[in-house]
């Protein structure tokens, strides 16, 4: 067996969140789009799955082109089947991800951020899949007292927490 393994590092718009995630089948984009419609009626974004049989297309859905287009990006850089990317704008991951994880089609989560994002995938004879991935840097050191105190009053200022 040969396998190699690959960093592909991603790149998506300022000012976006992204989610990757397993899926199972085709008619993900068009239940992810919904999802995130009903949810959060405000949120610009992007929803991209990659076939894994058949004609091996990358099926589309969003309200926003660029952010549809950048779905498109990541997914052929990913070069995976049964992938689906979201890109999101006037929205936050924490707003839309319980309820992307309980839609029938999704196996799981690799990631929800704005950071920084590599994806370790896997090549073999048959194709690619993904491993995991790398979110964000590494940390710096353990929160003060102070530090703890600012995230408390961050969330609080922006209404995650009363």
Known sequence: ???EIHDVKIEYPDGCNIIIGQTH???TAEDLY????TTVPQ???????????????????????????GC???LKAIGAGHVFCVLLRDAYPINVLNQIKNCPEVCGIYCATANPLQVIVAST???WGILGVIDGLPPKGVETD???QE????LRRIGYKR
Do not use: H, Y
């Not at 919904?34 to 419609?37: L, P, R, S, Y």
């Not at 995230?151 to 961050?154: A, E, G, K, S, Y």
């Open 1 to 3: 067996m040969n396998v």
């Open 25 to 27: 089948f085709i008619k």
């Open 34 to 37: 919904e999802v995130i419609a």
């Open 43 to 69: 949120a610009r974004f992007g929803v991209a799955f990659t076939e894994a049989s058949g004609p091996c297309l990358i099926r589309t859905e969003g309200n926003d082109e660029e952010l549809v287009l």
């Open 125 to 127: 004879l048959q194709g």
């Open 72 to 74: 498109v990006t990541v």
């Open 151 to 154: 995230r408390r009053d961050l």
């Open 146 to 148: 102070e530090d703890r």
